[in-house]
């Protein structure tokens, strides 16, 4: 997960799944509709900023829990970084990444 603090006073989410981690279509939305769902959930938590999410592992609907889980912690680890960056510093590219 990519982020970079905005100036709108919402965050924003984009999503890239690759053929690469999966090849159906019909799976890559449903990755997609998951994440958007799991933003859509946590957004009255999440510091105004833009965020890129890139799906490097496939999941199914019956690792919806560990993704929501990992969501949420990288969430919390973001909202703790955008927090502690300084005002004229706000413009830096920055990630964060759940490895496992």
């Known amino acids: 997960m990519h982020f970079q603090p905005n100036a709108y006073s919402r965050p924003r989410i ?3 799944v690759a053929k690469k ?3 159906s279509s019909v799976r890559r939305n449903y ?4 994440l958007r769902e799991l933003f859509r ?3 009255h938590e999440i510091v105004a900023a833009d965020f890129i999410v890139r ?3 496939k999941f199914t609907p019956q690792h919806f829990v560990q993704i929501k889980q990992e969501f949420t912690k990288l969430v919390s680890q973001i909202n703790q970084r ?3 960056m300084p005002d004229n510093k706000s413009q830096v590219n920055t990630s964060a990444k759940v490895v496992g």
């Open 14 to 16: 984009g999503l890239v």
């Open 21 to 23: 981690v999966e090849k």
């Open 31 to 34: 990755m997609r509709r998951a």
């Open 41 to 43: 959930l946590q957004q």
């Open 55 to 57: 799906v490097q592992k």
């Open 82 to 84: 955008i927090e502690r």
